[in-house]
């Protein structure tokens, strides 16, 4: 089985500047996501994994362009828009791959640079759910959301403030449950991403697989990089901490991650 590890990371950003190669505990932020791709690499000999790195950024892609075993694709400038949805980024990769290597890929697993938080077993269970439900397009990663739109949720709505789904539901217990997806990993069916979705992945049949929640935030501001570093000092001590012990026992990174 052939599969494709796209990770994607734009140079603009509104909120952190560079926050893609930006020191985190140590290491570029990146780092802890072609880590974690190569890990599951590692414990998957079986499957065929060859990784891709998308980015417009020059130094991002100069950090990796020694290393053998990452393609690095430069994106098209109509690609990096700060509104350019990622569907079509990680159809791109693909596309670039394919003709490359001369290679057909079954799966393609994108993995966000932003959530460094991830085990290998994430990512295997969300390709094991793609494989074993035939008619999903893609399967994404979520956690247990803090807020319910049937429950403790409101919205604006000309000019008044509603629940945003009428509900009578006077408990959390008693709502159904909801999931915030956390962008960390998407798995995606090849032909359903080349020929089903056009720029986003709810836009066919999708599945999920739920990972632990770490409270993990988007990286919005130098407070969200700071928060996230708190955050990550913490869980890497303890169930992540196979990640943070494989970056720290290679010595010259990115080339030899």
């Known amino acids: 089985m052939n599969i494709l590890i796209t990770v994607c990371g734009r140079a603009g950003s ?9 020191n985190f505990l140590g290491f570029p932020l990146i780092n802890y996501t072609v880590a974690a791709a190569n890990l599951f690499k590692k414990e998957n000999p079986n499957y065929n994994i060859d ?7 020059e130094e991002l ?19 990096a828009q ?13 596309n670039y791959v394919e003709k490359k290597l001369n ?11 932003t959530s460094p938080l ?7 269970n969300a390709l094991k759910k793609a494989i074993s439900n035939l008619q999903t397009d893609v399967v994404f990663s979520v956690v247990h959301s803090r807020r319910n739109p049937y429950f403790n949720m409101v919205e604006e ?14 408990t959390r217990q008693q709502a159904p449950q909801v999931y915030d997806m956390n962008a960390s990993i998407y798995c995606y069916k090849r032909n359903s991403l080349i020929n089903v979705l056009k720029n986003s992945p709810l836009e066919g049949n999708y599945d999920i697989v739920l990972m632990k929640d770490t ?35 290679i010595k010259t990174l990115p080339n030899k991650i």
């Not at 509104?14 to 930006?22: D, L, P, S």
């Open 103 to 113: 290679k057909i890929y079954d799966y393609i697993i994108d993995l966000d640079i």
């Open 118 to 124: 991830r085990k290998t077993a994430d990512i295997e």
């Open 82 to 94: 700060q509104n350019s949805p990622k569907v079509p980024v990680i159809r791109y990769s693909l």
């Open 157 to 170: 709505q000309n000019g008044k403030i509603k629940k945003i789904i009428s509900s009578d539901f006077v």
């Open 215 to 249: 409270a993990v935030i988007d990286i919005d501001s130098e407070e969200d990089f700071e928060l996230m570093e708190v955050l990550g000092e913490y869980f890497f001590k303890d169930e992540f901490n196979e990640l943070y012990r494989y970056i720290n026992n």
């Open 51 to 57: 990784l891709s790195i998308n980015s417009d950024s």
């Open 14 to 22: 509104t909120g952190v500047k560079n926050k893609n190669i930006r």
């Open 61 to 79: 892609l100069n950090m990796f362009n020694k290393n053998k075993d990452v393609i690095c694709i430069e994106r098209p400038t109509e690609l």
